[in-house]
């Protein structure tokens, strides 16, 4: 088979690497790819957004399956118009892109079926925003309704931080009309999980449990980013807590989003919060997590096409999905400065003898050399039979790479091992 996988990030890498592992794959072209990827899949100039661009290359090349990853051309409608090109793909259509493209929309669908999530009001009017922060409970957490870069959520500690998020949101358009609508709402506390499920639509197939690492510094400090690392599985999510998210959280989004005649199949990411009055949605993302892929498909035993072909042809119920009991961690190397302004070009090279998988993020081919070119770098991940050893085989990985401005977090896995000690 002849794949297409769109986007350029680490987590395109490790789908393509697993993609590989099934004998039937002649050859997997990335769009747009990156000068990592590139040593394993046929990187092809087309940007990520290019719908058209996709259609033509697809249909030129004969492409039989296409995996489109990241959250923009979902949103915006690639799944839709490669299909309707008569090219299968694995990913939400628009119409089911919408439980991440839109706050609003997934507030009210949770609402609306009863699922589990923080209390809220929507806003599109700033005077009435304003009005409601005035008064509403501190914390308090402002939302722009839209995509935003992973970046639309303000938490504010005080009054005025609330007026200000609503401001910069809503009047100085801060993330552009995706701060047309927001929501407001209720702050939660707990440990947050990330539960990536595979679904066809009927049947909802969760993998192995992850933890990211939002924060730029060690401690949970500083900004947030896309994610700084993570580890699976997350040892907060218990057998008795996986089983209680099925019955209130998992099932019952598979079937309102059906019920709402937009039946969600691809990869649904579900961000939880384990709230002392249970599990509680965060949000949905309508694709695989950007550093969880990186340590969930590795775990994963079973074949990853065959389960993301099953997602798009209905036939999840009998396809077998595995994940071994072994543990994972990613540590996400990048460019200091990261999420702000940074530095790139710098070369990047490894020392001899590397145990770590190192999937690459940032960084671009010149003249036979692997150039920094983004924020986060390059993700290097170590799987072994407990997370103590996980965590040191994948610091042993980050040792053995080396680039100019290099700059990682020494704490991943460090909450989740004190999770298991307690
Ligand atoms: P998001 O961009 O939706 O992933 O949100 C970023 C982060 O903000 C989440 O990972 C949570 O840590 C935090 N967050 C979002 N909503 C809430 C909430 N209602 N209460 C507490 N923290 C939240
Ligand atoms: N790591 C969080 C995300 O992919 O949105």
């Given amino acids: 088979m002849k794949l297409m996988v769109i986007g350029s990030g680490g987590r395109e890498h490790a789908v393509i690497r697993k993609l590989k592992e ?20 046929v990187c092809v100039d087309v940007g990520a957004k ?42 939400p259509d628009k119409k089911a892109a919408v439980i991440e493209g839109s706050k609003v929309f997934s507030k009210n669908l949770m609402k609306k079926y009863g699922i589990p999530t923080a209390s809220y009001e929507v ?61 407001v709402e209720e702050f939660l506390t707990g440990p947050e999980v990330s539960v990536l499920a595979f679904t066809d639509g009927v049947t909802v197939k969760p993998m192995v449990s992850s933890m990211d690492h939002k924060r730029a510094h060690d401690d949970d400090q500083g900004l947030n980013t896309g994610g700084m690392g993570t580890v699976a599985p997350n040892p907060y999510y218990t057998r008795d807590i996986a089983e209680q998210c099925m019955q209130t959280i998992f099932k019952p989004t598979i079937a309102a989003m059906a019920a709402e005649g937009r039946p969600f199949r691809g990869c649904l990411y579900f961000g939880l919060m384990l709230t002392p009055e249970g599990p509680k949605v965060i949000e949905y993302n309508c694709r695989f997590g950007d550093p969880e892929t990186q340590v969930v498909l590795p775990l994963m035993q079973s074949d990853l096409l065959t389960a993301m072909l099953a997602c798009r042809n209905g036939a999840l119920a009998e396809t077998e999905i595995r994940f071994s009991d072994k543990h994972a961690c990613c540590v996400i190397m990048a460019s200091d400065g990261y999420p702000e302004s940074y530095e790139k070009g710098y070369e990047i090279t490894y020392d001899e003898g590397i145990a770590a998988q190192v999937y690459v993020a940032g ?34 990985g980050v040792e053995k790479v080396h680039f100019g401005n290099a700059y990682y977090r020494h704490d991943i896995g460090a909450r989740a091992m004190r999770a298991l000690a307690d």
Wanted: hydrophobic letters at 50%.
């Fill in 22 to 41: 099934n004998p039937g794959v002649e050859t997997i072209y990335a769009l747009p790819g990156n000068g990592g990827i590139a040593a394993d899949a």
């Fill in 363 to 396: 960084a671009k081919l010149a003249d036979g050399k692997l150039l920094t070119s983004g924020g986060r770098v390059l993700g290097i991940t170590a799987v072994a039979d407990t997370l103590p050893e996980a965590i040191q085989a994948a610091y042993a």
């Fill in 50 to 91: 290019d719908i058209d661009g996709a259609v033509r290359f697809a249909r030129e090349n004969a492409v039989d399956f296409a995996v489109v990853t990241p959250d923009d051309p979902l949103v915006l409608g690639m799944v839709d118009a490669l299909e309707a090109a008569g090219v299968p793909c694995f990913g």
């Fill in 123 to 183: 806003f599109d009017d700033p005077a009435a925003a304003l009005a409601y922060v005035e008064k509403a409970p501190l914390p308090t957490v402002v939302k722009a309704d839209g995509l935003a870069l992973g970046k639309g959520v303000l938490i504010a500690q005080t009054r005025e931080e609330a007026v200000e998020a609503v401001k910069s949101i809503m009047e100085d358009k801060k993330f552009g009309a995706s701060g047309d609508q927001i929501v």
